[in-house]
């Protein structure tokens, strides 16, 4: 079992909707979580970071965190053509180490 | 503050080199990481480190060696360069738990 996974994308939304992200991962002991955007050819920037179970909302994005199902989400309300780019998940697990997801390509469509 | 810098940007080499990628950062965060990232996949993490003198294998170390003498430099130094190790180079700090600032990346070429 790989330790971060993601939905399989690309993932297309129009212009306005709702973009969700999903995300899951192994180490029950893990403690903190990250959602972070990347452009083509530039570093991660981080979005969202979510350390207890429930929601967490800034501005148009609210990640939900469930650490019994072990699963972390991103959604994006009112997506825009900006918004294209690849979501990367990331979990710092028990042993410090933070560990990415293979990334969800979202594209925005005007 | 200049955050995390890394040298160099471009790098071509051919097969069986030896090269070290320069990672250092100015904001005395305990924690540093070293990451790959291929075409169209996520970031792998190589190496970390929680603190001077420690350092620790992430998910592909194979290849691939560090060391952290000092709480701003991690250094990653690849032996016998091989055409797998062809990637974005990816350097990033954190203070704790909070989030990792990275670095602008390494484009690394193997021939």
């Known amino acids: 079992q790989k330790e971060v996974e993601q939905n399989s994308g690309p993932l297309s939304v129009p212009e306005g909707a709702i973009a969700s992200l999903n995300c899951t991962y192994s180490?029950?002991?893990?403690?903190?979580f990250f959602w972070y955007r990347q452009y083509s050819g530039k570093s991660p920037e981080l979005i969202m970071s979510?350390?207890?179970?429930g929601d967490k909302e800034d501005g148009r994005f609210t990640a939900q965190l469930n650490k019994a199902s072990q699963y972390v989400s991103l959604l994006i309300r009112d997506s825009q053509p900006s918004d294209s780019a690849t979501y990367l998940c990331a979990v710092k697990t028990s042993y410090d180490k933070v560990i990415f997801g293979p990334g969800t390509s979202l594209s925005v469509i005007p | 503050n200049a955050g995390v810098t890394q040298t160099p940007k471009f790098r071509i080499l051919k097969i069986g080199q030896s090269m070290t990628l320069q990672c250092t950062q100015d904001?005395?965060?305990?924690?540093m990481y070293w990451y790959r990232q291929d075409p169209g996949m996520g970031l792998k993490l190589i190496y970390y480190?929680?603190?001077?003198?420690?350092?620790d294998k992430g998910e592909v170390p194979n290849g691939y060696n560090v060391s952290r003498s000092t709480t701003e430099d991690f250094p990653l130094r690849l032996e016998l360069a091989a055409p797998s190790q062809t990637s974005v180079y990816f350097c990033?700090?954190?203070?704790?738990?909070?989030?990792?600032?990275f670095g602008p990346g390494t484009r690394l070429l193997v021939l």
């Open positions: 904001m005395n965060h305990n924690y």
């Open positions: 180490d029950r002991g893990s403690q903190s």
């Open positions: 979510i350390y207890s179970n």
């Open positions: 990033a700090s954190s203070p704790g738990s909070e989030t990792q600032y």
């Open positions: 480190s929680v603190g001077a003198g420690i350092t």
